[in-house]
């Protein structure tokens, strides 16, 4: 007899069932999805889509709904260390057993209909929602928007958190054609709170032509930010001294922001008190969003940003931490999967880092490139020859962190960042 599937069994099977790791589009998952009997997964919903802060504003919104009593589930992609970090119901992490018995049930629908890893795991997803009774669900987008998987559903509310050049090989080489895709996630009649201000003429366009009210920061609302605090102002809250949150980038308060707003737009929303929102802004951390932790006695901080928006983002706390501390160093342990933009990442924090020790992913991904490679990329788009030893090259992730680690003085700074790919194998159980 064959003994039952564990849930890595599961995992490897899945990722063979499809001949492309991404095929987006709505058809076929959405027939598997009818095939379920296609519940509502919650009583409400907000999705959440961009480029980068998806992971951040979907935790603000879960923390923040479940401080006012309401039950959420919260799904994200993708994980750092294991599966079940995707699918949280009440803040915890969905067991083995409930995922195998639940990937059964997607499989049996299945039949013929070929998914993808996404596709299958979403659906998954959607339906552990379905039967946990949930008040609230937020769903961040995989990849763009408009032909993700998780777009099957038609949110109360959609969050789009920022728009700029990532996945252009899927979302076109235009903040424009990438807007578009994003604003795919928008229903008619439904709000969509826009967290920035440069919002792109085809978000605009897309929402008017639906119906769709758009409600963009800076416009709409306004934030503004503080020594030690900072405040919102809109016409569904309008909140005073609130105080910034533990995950130090200066844009996890508009992350905040957007997540206060989504659920004051709700067709039926939580009755929001200042007092538990503060208290979550001071406590929730997302993993691997600047992410302090102690790696053999040093403060070690862990971001996934790994395209030239986030690399901004990361130069902008580097910059306040910099001033706190000038005399101090910073060392980056950093690599990226090969499709990214190495020239945009250097750009952004050519200024910021005194030190680079890279590593390659080419064993741990079919995207990755070896440690030499990234190297030299790293060296031509910092303006260096190839054997300029602010970029060093090491085997693996673990020899470039302990690299850092023995070159790094006390007060200096060290910095991992870069592909989950690259945290997965360096975060702490």
Not at 319 to 337: C, D, G, I
Not at 369 to 382: F, G, H, I, V
Not at 405 to 414: P, V
Request: net charge negative.
């Amino acid at each position: 007899m064959n003994e039952p599937w564990q849930l890595s069994d599961w995992l490897r099977f899945l990722q063979t069932q499809h001949p492309t790791e991404i095929e987006l589009g709505l058809e076929r998952v959405r027939a598997v999805w009818e095939r379920l009997g296609a519940p509502s997964v919650a009583a409400q919903t907000i999705i959440v889509a961009g480029t980068n802060g998806k992971g951040s504003t979907v935790g603000f919104i879960d923390a923040l709904a479940r401080a006012h009593g309401w039950r959420v589930g919260r799904y994200t992609s993708p994980h750092l260390q294991h599966f079940n970090e995707r699918i949280a119901v009440q803040g915890e992490d969905v067991s083995d057993a409930r995922l195998i018995a639940t990937f059964e049930r997607v499989r049996a629908a299945q039949a013929d209909t070929r998914l993808t890893y996404f596709e299958f795991t979403t659906l998954a997803a959607f339906l552990i929602f379905a039967e946990s009774a949930l008040d609230l669900a937020v769903l961040e987008v995989g990849l763009g928007g408009r032909l993700d998987a998780v777009n099957l559903i038609d949110a109360d509310v959609a969050v789009l958190t920022s728009v700029d050049l990532d996945h252009q090989d899927w979302l076109g080489d235009t903040r424009e054609s990438i807007g578009f895709e994003k604003a795919g996630v928008f229903r008619p009649g439904n709000p969509a709170i826009v967290g920035f201000a440069d919002v792109p003429d085809s978000v605009r366009q897309h929402a008017a032509q639906i119906g769709a009210p758009v409600f963009v920061r800076g416009e709409s609302d306004r934030v503004t930010v503080l020594a030690d605090t900072w405040s919102l102002q809109s016409d569904v809250l309008s909140w005073l001294d609130l105080p910034k949150p533990l995950m130090p980038a200066p844009v996890q308060v508009q992350n905040a922001a957007s997540a206060l707003l989504a659920l004051a737009r709700l067709p039926r929303p939580p009755a929001l008190s200042q007092d538990p929102c503060a208290d979550v802004f001071l406590h929730m951390q997302t993993r691997g969003r600047l992410q302090t932790l102690a790696i053999q006695g040093r403060d070690v901080v862990f971001d996934v940003g790994h395209n030239p928006e986030a690399a901004r983002a990361l130069a902008a706390w580097l910059a306040v931490e910099q001033k706190r501390a000038p005399e101090a160093l910073t060392f980056a342990v950093f690599s990226v999967l090969a499709d990214k933009d190495i020239a945009g990442i250097a750009e952004a924090l050519s200024e910021s880092i005194d030190l680079w020790f890279v590593c390659g992913l080419d064993t741990f991904s079919t995207r990755g490139r070896s440690a030499e490679a990234l190297a030299n990329a790293l060296r031509r788009a910092l303006g260096m020859g190839p054997t300029a030893q602010i970029v060093r090259a090491h085997e693996s992730p673990s020899a470039a962190l302990q690299a850092a680690l023995e070159t790094a003085n006390d007060q200096d700074r060290i910095l991992v960042f870069g592909s989950f790919v690259l945290l997965e194998q360096l975060l702490p159980s």
